[in-house]
C-alpha cells in the first residue's frame, strides 16, 4: 500500500527545512512545511555534540510542522559529498552484466576505495538489441557509506527512522518534473548557501550533475568586505537590491560581478559537456531554485550571460496547496525545493 504521508527533510548549512505532502488524492497536497536555523558549525562537523545539535533542531522542527508519526521519511544527502557521472562509453548489457561493470567504471571518478560507498545507477539509454553499435548509457551515484551513517544516527537520534535517501539534485528534479512533464531538456541552478548544484534534466532523466564551493554566502561575505558592513546589513543589502543594475549607482552589482561569473562560467561548462556528448538535446531551458534563486535581478543575470530563457523554480506547481499557506511559500518558494521533492516521491 502506497504511503499517505510523506515527510522530506533538508538539512542544510544554514537551515533546515520540512515539507510534508499528503498522498491520498491527486494532486498531492501540501500539509505543512516550516524550517529552522542550522545549529552552527551543525552537518560540517562529526563531532558528537555537534551531531546532537542538529538531531534537536530537526526534533523540534518536526514538531513545528506536525509531522504524522506514520509519515514515510525521506532525506537528502549534500551534492558536494556524493560522486556521480553518465557513463556512455558502455556495450550492451544485461542488468546483470551492468551491475558488474558499473562497479568498474565507477572507479575512473570515485576517489575512494569502492567497498566504502554504495553505487546506484539508473540506465537512461540501452539499445533495443545487442551489436555492433550497441550501448549502454548509465547514470551513477556512488555515496560514501561513512555519510549516510552519519546522517542515519542524526535522523535516529531524532525518533525518525528514514524510509529512503537521495541526492539533492535527484529530489530537485522530481520536484521539477512532476509538475512540468513537458519541460524542455533544461539546466537547474540551485543557489545553495555555500554550494551551487547543477544538473542537465531531459524527458524527467538526469544527464549531468556538477556541484561547485561557490553560494550565496560568498556575496554576502564579499559585500561585508567591500563596504565595510556586518553580516546581517550585508545579507539585507543582498537581499533588497541583488544584482540589480540599477540601484546604488552599480556599486553592489559590481561587486558580485566577480562572483556571479564564476557561477555562470560553470553553467557554461556544464551546458558545454552535456551538449558535445547529447547534440540531440540541446539546453533550451534554465530552472533556478535554492534560497539564491529570489536574488532580485539574478533571472535577468543569467538570462543575459547565458542566452536562454531562465525561469525561477515553484516547488507547488502540481501540489495543493491550503489558501492559509501560501504567504507562507510565496516569500521563500524555491528553497524549500529540495524538500519538496523528497516529499513527492512515489511508493
Known sequence: ??????????????????????????????????????PQ???????????EAVSNAVKSLITEVKAPSNANVMFSLPESRIFTRVVYDLPYLTDNELTQAIKYAAEEFVPMPIQDVNLNYQVIY????????????????????SLVNKYIAILDKADLKPYAIETEMIATTRMITSGNPYAPTSLIIHLGTTTTNFAIVSEG?????????????????????????????????????????????????????????????????????????????????????GGGAKLPGVIRYFTNNLGLEVQESDPWLGIAVDPTLKSKIMADGPSYAIAAGLALRNF
Not at 126 to 145: C, E, G, L, W
Open 205 to 289: 532523466l538526469i544527464f549531468l550533475t556538477r556541484s561547485i564551493g561557490t553560494g550565496s554566502l560568498a556575496l554576502t561575505r564579499t559585500i561585508a568586505q567591500s563596504f565595510d558592513f556586518e553580516i546581517a546589513q550585508a545579507e539585507e543589502y543582498k537581499k533588497v537590491y541583488g544584482l540589480l543594475e540599477d540601484q546604488l549607482e552599480g556599486k553592489l552589482f559590481q561587486t558580485l560581478k566577480p562572483i556571479m561569473e564564476v557561477i555562470s562560467n560553470e553553467a557554461k561548462r556544464v551546458i558545454q559537456s552535456h551538449e558535445m556528448q547529447n547534440r540531440q538535446r540541446p539546453v533550451k531551458l534554465v530552472i533556478l531554485t
Open 126 to 145: 540501452r539499445s533495443p538489441k545487442k551489436d555492433a553499435n550497441s550501448r549502454t548509457i548509465v547514470f551513477v551515484v556512488a555515496t560514501p557509506k
Open 1 to 38: 500500500m502506497a504511503a499517505q504521508f510523506t515527510l522530506g527533510i533538508d538539512i542544510g548549512i544554514s537551515s533546515i527545512k520540512a515539507v510534508v505532502l499528503s498522498h491520498k488524492t491527486k494532486p498531492v497536497s501540501l500539509i505543512s512545511l516550516g524550517r529552522i536555523a542550522s
Open 41 to 51: 558549525p551543525g552537518i560540517v562537523s562529526d563531532a558528537e555534540l555537534d551531531m
